[in-house]
Each structure stands twice: as structure tokens, then as C-alpha cells.
């Protein structure tokens, strides 16, 4: 039993769907959640400036007393994964290998998709954890870099034209490809499940690497011996830009209100 929180970090609040996973599968732990507002997207930076600002975001967390932390940002756990596990003395957890596990489990064709932030993609990381699981898999990938900033501004649902002729255009050509399980490879995609769904068809099973993320992290506490004992647990939510701006989109990803409980803190001092 470990009563102390898990951390969680992203570049944006995409990661609040990761959250929202922990809270549903461990529903007795406490998390202390930062959100990297103010330099939101991270997908289309060098790698050198993703790993200070993980750095930085890590850092911050680390100041509480945690037991463990859920990258929860796709660009971050493709670019920066190794690095920050070799630096920390906690678990580190992030989303590529569990999704791509996921995947390969679900995929009857072996052939998989995968929409990420450019970073994501360029980095290379969801190829080579395929190639480790099975070599037969074919493995399609596509930078989709207007999805996060749709998602930041609420545009996201179904009806909406911009989004889905953006995902239309993105998207299209994977289905083309005839894949049959698709990984949404950065948080904030959950959120335009309804729409990628209409594109890609009944046929093709998404892979949420928030969730996956979530159950890896819930697997290794459990395995540890780590997991909290108390009736209910909490959160609190931390942002690097205007707590109102958080506060206001938050819901969209949580599914609950959070005024009163966002906090907004100077990530530089880190």
C-alpha cells in the first residue's frame, strides 16, 4: 500500500484523458496533474527543446512526494522517454509501448495505423516498439498537426466542419491503406473519437494511449505492491498560463467541473 500521488504531465490538457482514465480504473488515488499551457503544442519542436521543457514539467512534479509519473503527452514519450526514466528515481510510465501492445493484440490484419503530432511520427519511437512486439506487423504512420490546437479550442465534436474536413484530409489515406486498428498517439485525440471513428469506418478499433497509459500504470503499482487505500481519492491541476483558460476547456476532457481547484505556476523557476 502507497498512499502518496501519482504525477501526471502534458503539454496541454490533453493529458486530463489520461486523467480521467486513472481516476475510472483507480478511483482511491490522488494525482497531481501539470498541464504546459503557455508552450502548448510541443509536437512540431526540435528534440533538444522537448526535453527541457520535460525536464522542467518533470521537475515540478517531482516536488511533490510522488510514487509514480504518467507522461501523458505523446511527442514527450517518443522523444524523451529514456532520458527522463535514466534521470528519475521514480517509474516512469509513457504511452507508446502500452498502446503499441494494445494494438498488436487487437490488429487481426497486422496491418495498424498510427495519427500522432509531428514529433511523434519523426521520432520514429511507435515503428520500433512494433518491430520489437512483431517484425510482421505493417505499420502506417501520419502527423495530423492541427488536431491538437482543434482540440485546445473545443473543436472537436461531430457537426463541426472544420474538424472533420481536417480529419477527413489527414486521415483518408490510412484508410485507403485498409488498417485495421489505428493508435491515437497523443492525448488530446480521444477527444475526436467520434469523428476519426466516422472517417475510418466501423471496422477499425481505436487505441486510446491515455487509457492504455493508465492501465500500465495501475499494472506496475499493483505488481509493486503500490496502490492506495483510502475510500476516495483527488486531484489537483496545475497549468504554466491563466488557471480560467484551464479551467474553462478542462471539463471537456474530464467530464466534471474543476473551478476552484487549477493553479497556475511559473515553469521557468524549474
Known sequence: MNQRPIGVFDSGLGGLT?????RRIMPSENIIYFGDTARVPYGNRGRETLLKYARQDLRFLTSFDLKAVVIACGTVSTNCLEDLQAESGLPVIGVVDPACRRAAALSGTGR??????????????YERTFRRL????????LACPLFVPLVEEGRCRPGDRVIETVAA????????????TLVLGCTH????????????????????????AAAACRELLSQ???LACRPQGGASYYTSDRASDFQRLASLFL?????????E????KY
Open 18 to 22: 489520461a486523467v480521467r482514465q486513472l
Open 112 to 125: 495498424v495505423g498510427l495519427a500522432a503530432t509531428r514529433a511523434s511520427v519523426a521520432s520514429g519511437a
Open 134 to 141: 512483431d517484425p510482421r506487423l505493417e505499420v502506417y504512420s
Open 169 to 180: 484530409e489527414y486521415l483518408l489515406p490510412l484508410r485507403e491503406r485498409g488498417v485495421d
Open 189 to 212: 485525440y480521444p477527444l475526436l473519437t467520434d469523428v476519426i471513428g466516422q472517417i475510418m469506418g466501423p471496422g477499425v478499433q481505436l487505441v486510446d494511449v491515455g487509457a492504455e
Open 224 to 226: 509493486r505492491d503500490g
Open 255 to 263: 467530464g466534471e467541473d474543476v473551478a476552484g481547484q487549477v493553479q
Open 265 to 268: 505556476i511559473d515553469i521557468s
